[in-house]
C-alpha cells in the first residue's frame, strides 16, 4: 500500500510539473514596446489570451490609460488623445494581465478582479527635442496602394523602417526593411514606397503606421496615417479603327478593381453604338486588353471614340478620347491587277497555271527525295 501511495503522490507531481511547463509555454508576454507622444505599438509574443492596460505617465502622474482585450500574439497600436503637455520626460508602461471573466474570479463584493500581471514592460521618451534629431522624415502618407515617406538627414545613417498595416487597435501586417542607408544632405530625401502584402476591402478603414530606427544612436521616430480604401484603376493605351477598339487597364489598388469598359462612337452629332464589357479583377500592377468589334465596318468619315473606365459604384474612373479617321476600302478586281501586270489575260492566266503546275512538280520530288 505505501508503495502504491509513493507512486501515485510520484505520477501526480510528474503531471503538476507538466501542466505548469505547458502554461509557461503557452503564456502570452510583452516582447517589444515603443511610444511617443501621440501613439504606442506593443508586440506580443507566445500564446493565450488576456488584458492589456497602457499608461502614460508623468512624474508618476497618470495622464492616460488604454485597455485592450488580447486574443493572441500580434503587434496592438494605441493612439493617445491630444494631450495639452510640455516639454519633458513621459513614461508609457504596458501591463499584461490574465483575464480575471475567465474563470470568474470576484471579490467579496462580487467585482471581476484583475487578474495575475503576466509582462510588463516601460518605455521612457522625451517630448520637446533636446537630443538633435539624426533624421527628418519630410513627407508621409498611406492610401489604398501602400506607404510613402520622404527620409532625409544631416550626415549619412542607415535606419530600419517597419511597415505596419492597422485596423482598429491591432496591425494587420507588419515587415521590416533592414539596413536602409540614408544620405548625409538634408536636401536630398530618399523616396520609400511601399506596396500592401494585404488584400483590402473596399470602403473599409485602416491606418498606415510606419516606425523608423536609428541603432547607431538610440532614435525611433513613427507617423500614423489613416485612410479609406478604396478600388482604382486605369486606362494605360487604347486602339481604334474602322473594325473595332481596344483599352488595356491597370489595377491601381490594393482593393480588388471590378469595372467595365464603355465604348461610346459618335459620328454626325449623334451617339451611333455603345458597346459595355466586363474588365478582368485587377490589383495594383495587373494589367489586362479588353477589345470588342464594330457591328459593321464604319463608312468613311471621322468619327468620335470615348473610352470610359467605370467603377463598382458607376462613377467614372478614368476617360480618354480619341479620333477616328475611317477611309474607303480600296477594291481591286482581277482585271484591274491583269492590265497592271502589262501582259493579255490569256497570256497572264498561262503564266499563273505554269506556276502552279511547276510547285507542284516541285513538291512532289521532294516528296520522293
Known sequence: MKICSICSIRHLAALALLMALAATAQSIEIFSLYSNIDSADITLVGGGEGILQMDLTQDNKVLNSRKLDIDGPGTYVVRWPNLKVDKGSYSVCATLRDDGTKDNRSDDAGEIKDGAVQSRRCYRFYYGGVEPVRFDVRDFRSDSRGLHLAISASDPTIVDIYYMLVQGDRALYVTRE????????????????????????????????????????????????????????????????????????????????????????????????????????????????????????????????????????????????????????????????????????????????????????????????
Open 178 to 369: 533592414r539596413a536602409v542607408p540614408i544620405s548625409g544632405l538634408m536636401s536630398m530625401a530618399v523616396e520609400k514606397d511601399y506596396k500592401w502584402k494585404p488584400i483590402l476591402e473596399n470602403g473599409q478603414t485602416y491606418e498606415g503606421r510606419v516606425k523608423i530606427v536609428e541603432l547607431n544612436h538610440n532614435q525611433t521616430r513613427a507617423f500614423m496615417n489613416p485612410f479609406v480604401a478604396i478600388e482604382d484603376a486605369q486606362i494605360t493605351e487604347t486602339y481604334q479603327d474602322e473594325t473595332g477598339a481596344s483599352a488595356t487597364v491597370m489595377g491601381d489598388s490594393r482593393v480588388p478593381f471590378e469595372g467595365l469598359l464603355r465604348f461610346t462612337l459618335s459620328g454626325g452629332g449623334e451617339v451611333l453604338n455603345i458597346t459595355e464589357k466586363k474588365t478582368p479583377v485587377l490589383l495594383s500592377g495587373d494589367d489586362e486588353t479588353v477589345e470588342i468589334t464594330w457591328n459593321s465596318t464604319l463608312e468613311p468619315g471621322v468619327y468620335q471614340l470615348q473610352t470610359a473606365l467605370i467603377g463598382q459604384d458607376g462613377s467614372i474612373v478614368d476617360l480618354q478620347e480619341n479620333i477616328i479617321e475611317a477611309k474607303p476600302i480600296v477594291v481591286r478586281s482581277n482585271a484591274d491587277e491583269t492590265k497592271s501586270s502589262g501582259l493579255p489575260a490569256g497570256l497572264a492566266g498561262v503564266a499563273m497555271l505554269a506556276i502552279i503546275l511547276f510547285r507542284r512538280m516541285r513538291r512532289q520530288g521532294q516528296l520522293m527525295n
